[in-house]
């Protein structure tokens, strides 16, 4: 009986542990397939999609780069999300404390309307957007759209933020303000280290929603040495006619750097987050 | 909530710390919605010619087929990811906490790599194995001996939107794993002793402990995954376009098309009204649901 | 003598540019014009300048050169995007009212453009300089042409339905030409399929396919010429009538022999099968060789091998089966608000950018300009040189969804789709499109 049983729960692992790896390689398996077909022969792409390249063509990427202007979208890209994520995370720390650890008059109007920012369809506010910066003269600026980019991410930070800022003990805050200090120690001393897990949950996930931003990048940076990497990688594609090497090459270009902040910061970025996990 | 009045900061510093999210979420969110909402009592296709036509585009949004068919497959899509996206999650989080699976670490790395991926790649990607001659599933099945079952997937229109569920709920499950895989961290070892004392078994350990105490998370990844599948379009404008026909059209591709290649951007301010309208329903039928589901537990 | 005229000439010929700029810092354009004031064009455009194999982007760049040369005085901001995020680019500066300076505008926005008095007409452009509005022949500029006016030069000439087909499958089910009566197109198709072959792809994931390079053909060979001037003027039975169903429903017949995957492969990807033998034919417009011919890469032996046929007419169809649908769809357009020098200078602009050293540049790359030029096809590939003969043998037809209201054609390409996955009859589709045709005459 107990060895029938042990051994149930051995094959039964091992499924598990089978069908479980079979999920995680799939998952790799697109960033694969992209690194390999970068290197291939146009022709021989298109030939056939999925087999692995006979030559290495490492020149997919000078064409890639030169196609794209990759070089200086890299570039913006760096600059609009970094600049879009540092903002965010700034004035979302911020408003989702307020938000989960106080009580004011019209708190609950004010963080329904934040929330009901998740529901917007974007391209609902393409042309809203565009008006309203016209009036300004503000469309061709990199700031202005990492403010937009911070601006559709608030909705999901400070939704993280205020669940996450409601847990934090009452007590620390206390022994704080005991201490002499005042709110601005409070929030800075106090809040921010301990929220640093839901801060890099944040910081992951607007980043890579400013990283793959497409159409207000495409409206509003309409100059060819504002353009960011989403915007860079449609050259690829002509009225008529497609290169796909050069395109997975630069799809390769645009997502191996998340890629191995990812793989450099992933133990770090799990520690974080179960150090301190999202709660409602 | 109670709170002792010395803990609460000054109107004035609460004011200042606020400032700046809802000046930015006003200029950049809820303006250009209201500007939206004039826009669909109008008929504007576009530039300096406005006429106001009433309620008139909300009387054909209700008659609409191609929006009933959308918001439809939205609805669908939000149910099938909620179910398998977040559940899969859930399963898998689970199994990253006990000792029956190994390397771990490589699961959690791989298993989020699809949600750093550009929404491009993914669509390129599922559209090669959807491919009817020569796509990875037609293959992947013939080898197994099913021809059978071989088709043109994204042909289909009985099929394409399953088809397309699928690369959408693949791709986000190594963010729900992420949240729940934290949240079940943190469920104090003691607990879990104790039940095992009791003579609980994996099964019995996951729903009657671990389940109940990660539930808020749970709720958080329901509410993330429903208002993303609402406003979904980047996967089904690259695998698709809402085709064939109208089979696989999704509220915003709707209202995407409608502007921006019929021209009609009153009526496609009005679907995307419709859009946000339906969602805001959608997401407080979960804080329902779940708010009940709060108190069952304790 | 001769030659001592003949050198002096030529010194003549080196010095007078030289002594030109020593004078008065001109160039001959600018001194043949008097148009020497500094200019700035924000332009926008579905080309991108670096891309290394597209046509238009080549002879754009070759334009922007001669612009340069001729007209220091001209600075011209190109943002180049690609043709599917063009039209979302477009689409939001109109709505804005924010159109760029020189644009690329499309036959079926021209009228809500002009209704909203952004679109400045090329009438005087025309007039004006003879001889370049000369080298436009009057089908090319129809496509242009709203109310009386011209809002575009034409900077291509398309041939939107074409057949591509392999003369080695076809003759070896007995087809030694490509077949000219529908019955016969019919049989052929048949025989190719029990041969094995797919007798006819087509690549209509992007929905316009069909409409441009299947219905365009059949539902002009079905309805005759009348019936697109009925719709234009909302008269007639519209979308019911019964001729240009009869087009619908030779489609439908069509997509029986069709590859089952039609409306989930772009035009692109039908050219691998064709190449491999896969495919007997497969239907698309004059854009189609030059990614053909990239695509064979150096292995062209079967594009040698292949022919170019348009569908043949049908009894009880109005339409002669010796046309096809064409024109220039596209053309190169200016801001209505341009005034004075930025109106010269535009003018100027989109004079270089559709002109006949444009359509020379184009032709280079195996494309077809607005203007017929005298190029050797056959150097590009002899099926380019086959088109080139067939299509004088062609009459224009109306492109159809370059002239409907954008909702219609978009009714027209859904329901194509269902049509073709037979969900929906041809009467069906009628229906449904009339509904919205319907909606515009309102």
């Keep these: ?280 | 909530m109670e709170q002792s009045k010395a803990l609460v900061p000054k109107r004035k510093i609460l004011f200042i710390y606020m400032f700046p999210s809802v000046a930015l979420f006003l200029i950049f969110n809820l303006i250009p919605v209201v500007m939206a909402i004039y826009y669909s009592f109008f008929n504007w296709s576009g530039g300096k010619t406005m006429k106001f036509i009433g309620i008139t585009n909300y009387i054909r949004l209700l008659q609409d087929g191609v929006f009933g068919k959308a918001i439809w497959n939205n609805l669908i899509l939000a149910f099938f990811c909620v179910v398998f996206q977040v559940g899969i999650a859930f399963v898998i989080s689970s199994l990253l906490c006990t000792k029956m699976l190994k390397c771990k670490a490589f699961h959690q790395f791989a298993i989020f790599m699809p949600v750093i991926l550009a929404p491009v790649v993914v669509g390129f990607l599922w559209k090669i194995i959807y491919n009817a001659d020569y796509g990875l599933l037609n293959f992947f099945l013939r080898a197994i001996g099913q021809e059978k079952l071989i088709q043109a997937w994204l042909d289909n229109p009985d099929i394409v939107m399953k088809a397309i569920t699928i690369p959408i709920v693949w791709q986000w499950i190594g963010m729900y794993v992420v949240m729940l895989v934290s949240a079940m961290k943190n469920i104090s070892g003691e607990i879990i002793e104790s039940a095992v004392l009791d003579g609980a078994n994996g099964i019995q350990r996951t729903l009657y402990i671990t389940w109940p105490l990660v539930l808020d998370t749970v709720k958080v990844s329901i509410v993330l995954a429903v208002s993303g599948c609402m406003k979904l379009f980047e996967h089904i404008y690259i695998i698709t376009g809402g085709g064939p026909g109208n089979a696989s059209m999704v509220g915003a591709m709707y209202a995407y098309k409608t502007s921006f290649i019929k021209q009609k951007f009153g009526y496609g301010s009005t679907i995307s009204v419709g859009i946000m309208l339906t969602s805001l329903t959608m997401v407080m039928l979960v804080n329902i649901i779940f708010g009940k589901g709060k108190k069952r537990y304790g | 003598m001769k030659k001592k005229i003949a050198i002096l000439m030529s010194v003549l010929l080196a010095c007078s540019p030289a002594a030109a700029y020593a004078e008065e810092g001109l160039t001959e354009a600018q001194k043949e014009t008097g148009f020497t004031e500094e200019v700035t064009l924000d332009v926008a455009m579905m080309w991108s300048l670096d891309s290394t194999t597209d046509a238009k982007s080549y002879a754009l760049n070759n334009a922007l050169e001669r612009l340069k040369e001729d007209y220091p005085n001209i600075t011209i901001n190109y943002d180049g995007s690609v043709h599917d995020d063009y039209q979302t680019i477009m689409m939001t500066y109109m709505a804005s009212d924010s159109l760029p300076d020189v644009f690329n505008v499309k036959g079926s926005w021209i009228p809500n453009m002009v209704a909203n008095g952004q679109l400045g007409t090329i009438d005087e452009f025309l007039e004006a300089d003879e001889e370049w509005a000369s080298g436009f022949a009057n089908n090319i500029l129809f496509d242009m042409e709203y109310d009386g006016h011209y809002y575009g030069a034409p900077f291509q000439n398309l041939s939107c339905s074409l057949i591509v087909y392999n003369k080695e499958i076809y003759s070896s089910v007995g087809y030694d030409s490509f077949p000219q009566t529908w019955d016969e197109l019919i049989d052929c198709f048949t025989k190719l399929q029990e041969a094995g072959y797919v007798p006819l792809g087509m690549g209509n994931s992007g929905q316009w396919v069909a409409n441009s390079c299947v219905f365009g053909a059949l539902g002009y060979r079905g309805a005759g010429d009348s019936w697109y001037s009925d719709i234009m003027n909302g008269t007639g039975d519209g979308f019911l009538d019964a001729n240009m169903l009869q087009g619908v429903e030779k489609m439908a017949e069509l997509s029986q022999f069709m590859n089952e995957n039609m409306n989930s492969l772009d035009q692109f990807e039908v050219m691998p099968p064709y190449l491999k033998g896969e495919y007997a034919s497969y239907v698309d417009g004059s854009w189609t060789f030059g990614t053909l011919i990239a695509t064979a890469d150096e292995d062209q032996s079967m594009v040698e091998k292949s022919g170019v046929a348009v569908f043949p007419a049908f009894e009880g169809g109005l339409g002669a089966g010796t046309t096809t649908p064409g024109g220039a769809a596209w053309g190169q357009a200016y801001n209505a608000n341009l005034t004075g020098a930025k109106k010269e200078a535009a003018r100027i602009f989109i004079k270089y950018i559709s002109d006949e050293q444009w359509c020379m540049d184009l032709a280079e790359k195996g494309d077809f300009g607005g203007m017929s030029v005298d190029y050797d096809y056959s150097q590009t590939s002899p099926l380019v040189a086959e088109y080139v003969a067939l299509k004088q043998t062609l009459t224009d037809s109306q492109q159809y969804d370059c002239h409907f209201d954008t909702s219609v054609i978009d009714a027209m390409n859904v329901g194509f789709q269902e049509l073709l996955l037979g969900e929906i009859t041809a009467e069906e589709w009628g229906r449904n499109v009339q509904d919205e045709y319907e909606m515009t005459l309102e």
């Design chain 1, 1 to 280: 009986m107990g060895k029938i049983e042990s051994g149930l729960k051995k094959f039964g692992s091992l499924l598990v542990n089978v069908i479980i790896s079979a999920f995680s390689l799939f998952c790799l398996f697109p960033v694969v397939w992209m690194l390999y077909s970068s290197l291939k022969e146009e022709s021989e792409f298109k030939r056939n999609l999925l087999s692995l390249p006979i030559q290495l063509h490492f020149e997919n990427y000078l064409t890639a780069v030169k196609t794209g202007k990759m070089d200086t979208a890299f570039v913006n890209s760096v600059l609009v999300s970094v600049t879009a994520v540092a903002v965010l995370l700034f004035i979302a720390f911020l408003a989702g404390t307020i938000f989960g650890r106080y009580v004011f008059k019209g708190k609950t109007l004010l963080y329904t309307m934040f929330l009901l920012g998740m529901l917007i369809p974007v391209h609902s506010l393409l042309v809203p957007v565009f008006i309203e910066l016209k009036i300004f003269s503000l469309n061709n600026n990199r700031f202005v759209l990492a403010l937009i980019y911070a601006a559709f991410g608030l909705p999901k930070a400070i939704f993280l933020m205020t669940t996450y800022a409601s847990t934090i003990p009452r007590e620390l805050e206390e022994a704080a303000i005991i201490d002499g200090g005042n709110t601005h120690d409070v929030f800075f001393q106090i809040f921010l280290p301990i929220s640093k897990p839901i801060l890099s949950t944040i910081t992951i996930l607007s980043f890579l929603d400013a990283w793959n931003e497409f159409p207000f990048s495409l409206i509003l940076m309409g100059k060819p040495e504002l353009k960011t990497l989403p915007i860079a990688l449609t050259y690829f594609t002509g009225q008529y006619s497609v290169d796909y090497t050069p395109m997975m090459a630069g799809l390769a270009i645009a997502t191996l750097p998340v890629v191995i902040v990812y793989f450099i910061f992933h133990k770090k970025i799990m520690e974080g987050m179960v150090a301190g996990a999202v709660k409602g």
